[in-house]
T-cell receptor
Framework: GAGVSQSPSNKVTEKGKDVELRCDPI?????LYWYRQSLGQGLEFLIY????????KSGLPSDRFSAERTGGSVSTLTIQRTQQEDSAVYLC?????????????FGPGTRLLVL | GESVGLHLPTLSVQEGDNSIINCAYS??????FIWYKQESGKGPQFIID?????DKRQGQRVTVLLNKTVKHLSLQIAATQPGDSAVYFC????????????FGKGTLLTVNP
């Protein structure tokens, strides 16, 4: 697989449940990003990883949101006690080094619906 | 806060025509700009980028123009094809936070055969 992959592609959950979204970046890419796209909106930055560290978590909307990255590769975005306003497409991107002006390559996203 | 926005939410063109999608940005510190294409059900796909030390950059059938004086960015698509139908987003990044992209709301381009 040459591109960024995400799973699941779709997730329907009930309000109050926890969900985990997974991202597999392009092999060798040290930088990984999570964005959220609400219906008809542009993408909203959530968090940035450089290796396993997250130097910028400023976009996480609340403490119900957390993310981790292990082995400098796979990342998991966890949303606890989901709310209906969490419904959105969650997109992951990766880039080679996370340096200035580097192209970010996006995965297909996970479509989350909270009922 | 500062943001990136688009003049036109929708654009409909005939196949073979040239398309121009516009974007206004408000952060004067932005020094890197990107255009992404997003087809239904897919993630954004990189089209072309430009740095603030340039005012024009060309790719295959696409050209990006940057006017820093009026903080305006445009994407020109030559000989538009049905496969170009998608939502187009401009994004910007600035200085030390060049990794953090700020996206506009997008323009829906529809190409009529």
């Amino acid at each position: 697989g040459a591109g960024v992959s995400q799973s699941p592609s779709n997730k329907v959950t009930e309000k109050g449940k926890d969900v985990e979204l997974r991202c597999d970046p392009i092999s060798g890419h040290t930088a990984l990003y999570w964005y959220r796209q609400s219906l008809g909106q542009g993408l909203e930055f959530l968090i940035y990883f450089q290796g396993n560290s997250a130097p910028d978590k400023s976009g996480l909307p609340s403490d119900r949101f957390s993310a981790e990255r292990t082995g400098g590769s796979v990342s998991t975005l966890t949303i606890q006690r989901t709310q209906q306003e969490d419904s959105a497409v969650y997109l992951c991107a990766s880039s080679l080094q996370g340096t200035s002006g580097e192209t970010q390559y996006f995965g297909p996203g996970t479509r989350l619906l909270v009922l | 806060g500062e943001s990136v926005g688009l003049h036109l939410p929708t654009l409909s063109v005939q196949e073979g025509d040239n398309s121009i999608i516009n974007c206004a940005y408000s952060n004067s510190a932005s020094d890197y700009f990107i255009w992404y294409k997003q087809e239904s059900g897919k993630g954004p796909q990189f089209i072309i980028d430009i740095r603030s030390n340039m005012d024009k950059r060309q790719g295959q059938r696409v050209t990006v123009l940057l006017n820093k004086t009026v903080k305006h960015l445009s994407l020109q698509i030559a000989a538009t094809q049905p496969g170009d139908s998608a939502v187009y987003f401009c994004a910007e990044a600035s200085g030390g936070s060049n990794y953090k992209l700020t996206f506009g709301k997008g323009t829906l381009l529809t190409v009529n055969p």
